[in-house]
């Protein structure tokens, strides 16, 4: 069976990607030597099974985050037969750097410019044939989202699956450091890939003004996190009221009338014990619920990742990252939501 690795930038729609091309039918498990999970799902290409890897985002494959770290690993010490490289196509002037690092390391590569649509909202103008040309690999626009230049992708994949010799391991000391592949990638792109002179600024470029603001942005952040705890507690409580009222229904003319002939200490273990136990829990979920409701639409809109941003100084003298802020703020909210539910 062949195996190919799936390599992309954070933020690129690299898992899209993946869930498109698997059906979403991946599997995680431990690799030798690894502390972490490396997603990696089977499908048919060009007539072979062919395993996918999906590996952790990276910036540069010379840098020293852990995640960056991985992927060398990975890459060093497991035999592949290609790589899939995911790109955003509308920011290739910054991404690009990380193709010619994985085009070095000597792997069969797919390069897979994602995004297309966004790419045409900006007005990007990009000549595929001639990027793919100075390449010397096969390039696909697509968009994984609206499953766009899909048939052009999946034909490519199984070329390259079945001309897809033995087996190699990456030669990572082949690999150029970031400045030299900075000053490749700019030669590469002189002539086909541009951005318009002046794009209209997008209604996300207004909001960002004032949510990534050097003064006003961290004031504004904790602002809103306020808001989104406050809306959880009315939001959840009605609810949650509903939920308690319905459990002590239950418990007055349910569980009473049953248990009544039963000793008054095995009464006391079921109603006060076990019973209330339980309804306290569950008078929990609307509030639990709700509280999850609303961070995963914050998160869905970007604003943890620019939350992130915003913090990475701060969490920086703690020996963290701006990403570290982010579990912070989910244990706050756990321990903002306890007095709110009136229970516990």
């Not at 961290?218 to 996190?225: A, D, K, R």
């Amino acid at each position: 069976m062949k195996r190919f690795a799936l390599i992309g930038l954070p933020n690129t729609g690299k898992s899209t990607l993946f869930n498109r091309l698997t059906g979403l039918s991946q599997r995680v498990g431990n690799w030798p030597g690894l502390t972490v999970d490396l997603a990696s799902a089977k499908l048919l290409l060009g007539g072979h099974m062919v395993e996918l890897v999906d590996l952790p985002g990276v910036n540069d494959l010379t840098g020293y985050t852990d995640d960056e770290a991985v992927v060398r690993e990975v890459l060093g010490s497991t035999a592949f037969d290609g790589v899939l490289l995911v790109l955003n196509a509308s920011q290739l002037d910054r991404q690009l750097p990380l193709a010619v690092q994985v085009m070095a390391t000597g792997l069969p590569c797919q390069v897979v410019l994602n995004m297309a649509d966004e790419a045409r909202l900006l007005g990007v103008e990009l000549d595929v044939a001639g990027l793919a040309e100075r390449l010397q690999a096969p390039v696909a626009l697509v968009s994984a989202k609206r499953v766009e230049g899909w048939p052009k992708l999946m034909a490519q994949l199984n070329t390259l699956a079945s001309r897809a010799g033995a087996a190699v391991q990456a030669q990572l000391e082949q690999v150029p450091d970031t400045r030299q592949a900075i000053s490749q990638a700019q030669g590469l792109l002189r002539g086909v890939w541009s951005l318009p002179a002046q794009m209209p600024p997008q209604l996300t470029e207004k909001v960002d003004h004032w949510l990534m603001h050097p003064w006003l942005g961290l004031p504004l952040f904790f602002v809103l996190m306020a808001l989104l705890f406050n809306a959880t507690y009315m939001i959840g409580t009605p609810l949650q009221d509903v939920v308690s009222s319905a459990l002590d229904w239950v418990k007055l003319h349910a569980l009473v009338p049953w248990l009544t002939p039963l000793l008054t200490i095995v009464q006391s273990l079921l109603l006060d014990g076990i019973w209330q136990g339980v309804s306290t829990v569950l008078t929990f979920a609307p509030i639990l619920c709700v509280f999850f409701i609303l961070m995963a639409m914050v998160e869905d809109s970007g604003y943890l990742a620019r939350a992130a941003y915003l913090t990475d100084a701060l969490m920086a003298r703690l020996g963290l990252d701006g990403r570290g802020f982010v579990m912070q703020l989910m244990g706050f909210g756990c321990n903002v939501l306890k007095p709110f539910s009136g229970r516990g």
